[in-house]
């Protein structure tokens, strides 16, 4: 299988991580992003939402908990494996004018 987020490897900055996800920075967004440790694009509503509570802290910390942030769901680049990105509103906004990187996360 070749899958960048089952391959991913401890490179960037490492919020956290557990038997359920794990959160760092993204290196391609330069943004905190959850991943699933389980490879699959359909994840039950309690893996997700502790995805997103993970993801939260991360982000809270990663922007001072004063920048506002929102959490982006939606999996482009890599459909097939559950991940989620806190992005700032600026990066949000900027994302509809632009089209997305080829191998972003
Ligand atoms: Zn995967
Ligand atoms: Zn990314």
């Known amino acids: 299988m070749n899958c960048p987020l089952?391959?991913?490897?401890?490179?960037?900055?490492?919020?956290?991580?557990?038997?359920?996800c794990w959160v760092a920075l993204c290196k391609t967004c330069s943004v905190p992003m959850v991943v699933a440790q389980k490879h699959g694009a359909d994840?039950?509503?309690?893996?997700?939402?502790?995805?997103?509570?993970c993801l939260r802290e991360a982000a809270?910390?990663?922007?001072?908990?004063?920048?506002?942030?929102?959490?982006?769901?939606?999996?482009?680049?890599?459909?097939?494996?559950?991940?989620?990105?806190?992005?700032p509103h600026s990066v949000v906004a900027q994302r509809h004018l632009m089209s997305p990187l080829p191998g972003t996360f």
């Open 6 to 20: 089952c391959t991913a490897e401890h490179v960037t900055r490492w919020f956290s991580e557990d038997e359920i």
């Open 43 to 53: 994840v039950p509503p309690a893996v997700r939402e502790h995805m997103i509570t």
């Open 60 to 87: 809270d910390v990663y922007f001072g908990g004063v920048r506002p942030y929102e959490l982006d769901t939606e999996m482009r680049a890599i459909p097939g494996h559950t991940h989620f990105h806190a992005r």
